[in-house]
């Protein structure tokens, strides 16, 4: 814990002297008891017993409490996040049909997804992309578990991997106001030319800020091959880096090497870990190997658990002075119905 004005911590000097001014005032109290003539009155006087001193110790523990908010106490508290977005982005490539993750690399990623959403706290709102040649949005962030759950079952594999699109496209439904051009982005990768930029309005003036440092939002990314097409994923990771958005890389699958489809189409699986990994270290994020369903199941169960709160420098001021009004209030309706007075 530290302060914002610990030169007002002498004040707490104050609180022997308020104990001995109350000693005082029972002890000249006394003095006035003895020169009642009505013994009757001094004994109901006597009679209140440790009552009498309660509502005094509330009032004493009130100014305490209000002593130590003046100096403005800063605590790291661990805090629900308030109107957080997470964006799962899931790779939908042909190669997720490979069965080297049972019951299948896509039926893994979708039940540990489903587990995500379990896991993760209601009040975190959650969108969905997926890519395959492309990157689509399969659900805009919602608090609505089961639309989400029902997109997940509604997933359709395609050629290609465009891992940039993905991230890209992820941090345009992030920042809408910030006018990102996905589509324009895709043309230069494509053909290295974007559209005519004729009437189009101008960028909107955008300052980076520091990676990770926009605790409101992140995004989980999960491939299990190398960037085929679309935007370069370096280039893309660096729009949520500027932006301070993490970014949470799950690499699916087998690390190295190649396997067949049933069908017999031969479709190269080899993870570009250093890309992927680069991608998390730019963001602030991690990079998590997920070789089997089960260890899917465990980084998604995880996931969720770290989203659940943030922690943050908060000020404990106003709920020092809070408990300080209540511990008043307390005192008052005491002395009120104890002594009516």
């Given at each position: 814990?530290?302060?914002l004005w610990p030169?007002?911590?002498?004040?707490?000097?104050?609180?022997?002297?308020?104990?001995?001014?109350?000693?005082?005032?029972?002890?000249?109290?006394?003095?006035?008891?003895?020169?009642?003539?009505?013994?009757?009155?001094?004994?109901?006087?006597?009679?209140?017993?440790?009552?009498?001193?309660?509502?005094?110790?509330?009032?004493?523990?009130?100014?305490?409490?209000?002593?130590?908010?003046?100096?403005?106490?800063?605590?790291?508290?661990?805090?629900?996040?308030?109107?957080?977005?997470?964006?799962?982005?899931?790779?939908?490539?042909?190669?997720?049909?490979?069965?080297?993750?049972?019951?299948?690399?896509?039926?893994?990623?979708?039940?540990?997804?489903?587990?995500?959403?379990?896991?993760?706290?209601?009040?975190?709102?959650?969108?969905?992309v997926t890519f395959?040649?492309?990157?689509?949005?399969?659900?805009?962030?919602?608090?609505?578990?089961?639309?989400?759950?029902?997109?997940?079952?509604?997933?359709?594999?395609?050629?290609?991997?465009?891992?940039?699109?993905?991230?890209?496209?992820?941090?345009?439904?992030?920042?809408?106001?910030?006018?990102?051009?996905?589509?324009?982005?895709?043309?230069?990768?494509?053909?290295?030319?974007?559209?005519?930029?004729?009437?189009?309005?101008?960028?909107?003036?955008?300052?980076?800020?520091?990676?990770?440092?926009?605790?409101?939002?992140?995004?989980?990314?999960?491939?299990?091959?190398?960037?085929?097409?679309?935007?370069?994923?370096?280039?893309?990771?660096?729009?949520?880096?500027?932006?301070?958005?993490?970014?949470?890389?799950?690499?699916?699958?087998?690390?190295?090497?190649?396997?067949?489809?049933?069908?017999?189409?031969?479709?190269?699986?080899?993870?570009?870990?250093?890309?992927?990994?680069?991608?998390?270290?730019?963001?602030?994020g991690e990079y998590?190997?997920?070789?089997?369903?089960?260890?899917?199941?465990?980084?998604?169960?995880?996931?969720?658990?770290?989203?659940?709160?943030?922690?943050?420098?908060?000020?404990?001021?106003?709920?020092?002075?809070?408990?300080?009004?209540?511990?008043?209030?307390?005192?008052?309706?005491?002395?009120?119905?104890?002594?009516?007075?």
């Amino acid at each position: 814990m530290s302060f914002l004005w610990p030169q007002f911590l002498w004040l707490m000097a104050a609180l022997p002297l308020l104990l001995l001014a109350y000693l005082w005032l029972l002890a000249r109290r006394r003095k006035h008891a003895l020169r009642y003539s009505n013994v009757a009155s001094v004994r109901r006087a006597g009679s209140a017993g440790w009552k009498r001193h309660v509502p005094p110790a509330l009032v004493f523990a009130a100014c305490a409490i209000l002593l130590f908010a003046a100096c403005r106490p800063v605590a790291s508290v661990r805090l629900p996040w308030a109107r957080s977005t997470v964006m799962l982005a899931i790779d939908v490539s042909l190669s997720m049909r490979v069965p080297d993750v049972k019951p299948t690399r896509m039926a893994a990623a979708q039940d540990a997804a489903k587990v995500f959403l379990r896991q993760l706290p209601r009040e975190i709102e959650v969108g969905l992309v997926t890519f395959a040649g492309s990157g689509q949005v399969a659900q805009r962030a919602t608090l609505d578990r089961e639309a989400l759950v029902k997109s997940i079952d509604a997933f359709q594999m395609q050629l290609g991997t465009a891992v940039g699109d993905a991230i890209a496209l992820s941090v345009a439904e992030l920042f809408p106001d910030h006018a990102i051009d996905v589509g324009e982005m895709t043309l230069r990768a494509k053909y290295g030319r974007g559209i005519d930029a004729k009437n189009k309005p101008p960028p909107k003036a955008f300052t980076p800020v520091a990676p990770g440092s926009y605790k409101s939002a992140a995004i989980i990314l999960l491939s299990d091959g190398r960037r085929t097409t679309g935007i370069d994923t370096l280039q893309a990771a660096k729009l949520a880096a500027d932006r301070g958005v993490r970014i949470y890389v799950v690499g699916l699958g087998t690390a190295d090497g190649s396997a067949m489809l049933p069908e017999g189409m031969a479709i190269y699986l080899q993870l570009d870990e250093p890309t992927l990994r680069e991608v998390a270290r730019m963001t602030g994020g991690e990079y998590l190997h997920a070789g089997t369903a089960e260890k899917l199941r465990m980084v998604y169960e995880n996931l969720g658990s770290r989203m659940e709160v943030d922690t943050r420098e908060t000020e404990l001021s106003g709920l020092l002075a809070l408990a300080a009004a209540l511990l008043l209030f307390a005192a008052g309706a005491l002395s009120v119905t104890w002594f009516r007075s």
